[in-house]
């Protein structure tokens, strides 16, 4: 079992910057993938960046030029700028390895003036 806990959520003004952190405790040995999600309401959950062990990322389309994904060993970090009004979500990050993916419960990420 893999147990997440992210913090670092808020609001901030359009353009605007904020950095979220997930702290990963439990069997992280076997860990592969952390990664960050995003759901906004009414939307369906969707991949905002993650990064493998070898230091691999994959970012949403949306996000490219904006977030910065980083890692350690457990913990893995978002350094959000330029922030829109449509980055406003619940994020979530996420631990992968061959048995199974686990999500944290959330940090709540309001853009707006």
């Known amino acids: 079992q893999v147990q997440l806990v992210e913090s670092g959520g808020g609001l901030v003004q359009p353009g605007g910057s904020l950095r979220l952190s997930c702290l990963a405790t439990?069997?992280?040995?076997?860990?592969?993938?952390l990664g960050w999600y995003r759901q906004a309401p009414g939307k369906a959950r969707e991949l905002v960046a993650d990064i493998s062990s070898d230091v691999d990322t994959k970012y949403g389309d949306s996000v490219k030029d904006r977030f910065t994904i980083s890692r350690d060993w457990n913990t893995v970090d978002l350094q959000m700028t330029g922030l829109k009004a449509e980055d406003t979500a619940t994020y979530y990050c996420?631990?992968?390895?061959?048995?199974?993916?686990?999500w944290g419960k959330g940090t709540l990420v309001t853009v707006s003036s």
């Open positions: 439990g069997t992280i040995d076997y860990v592969t993938i």
């Open positions: 996420n631990a992968r390895h061959s048995g199974g993916s686990y």
